[in-house]
């Protein structure tokens, strides 16, 4: 059983009835990574009572990828051994900090140009 159907069938044991277009369900699965069709379910199931309609789906699998993205992120700044949490301490007195070039390379550039705000 391919991705697509295996998470096609637990959207269908958990609504059931609500669902029928299996095509346009997996012809607007097509172009996904298997990990943010798989992770976009588990979403649903776990927060909507209700069976999403495919264009809804569609958008939070957009929302998934930068959960995603996010947590990839956190993970690299947590290995990085560069820096405190994405953080390299200038002077820790006066808690002065610049992001890592390591493992934040956009935040630096930004901070370099002198654009950078933490957040
Ligand atoms: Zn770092």
């Not at 588990?42 to 947590?71: G, M, Q, Y």
Request: aromatic content about 10%; some cysteine.
């Amino acid at each position: 059983m391919s991705i697509q159907e295996n998470c096609f069938d637990r959207i269908v044991a958990a609504y059931p009835a609500q669902l029928e277009h299996r095509s346009l369900w997996m012809q607007s699965w097509a172009d996904l990574e298997n990990s943010v069709l798989s992770r976009t379910v588990d979403w649903f199931l776990k927060h909507w009572a209700r069976c999403p309609t495919v264009a809804e789906f569609k958008a939070e699998t957009v929302n998934e990828r930068n959960r995603i993205t996010v947590a990839a992120q956190r993970d690299r700044m947590n290995a990085c051994p560069n820096c405190e949490s994405g953080h390299v301490v200038i002077d820790w007195d006066k808690a002065i900090v610049h992001p890592c070039q390591s493992c934040r390379p956009e935040q630096f550039d930004r901070w370099q140009r002198g654009e950078y705000r933490p957040s």
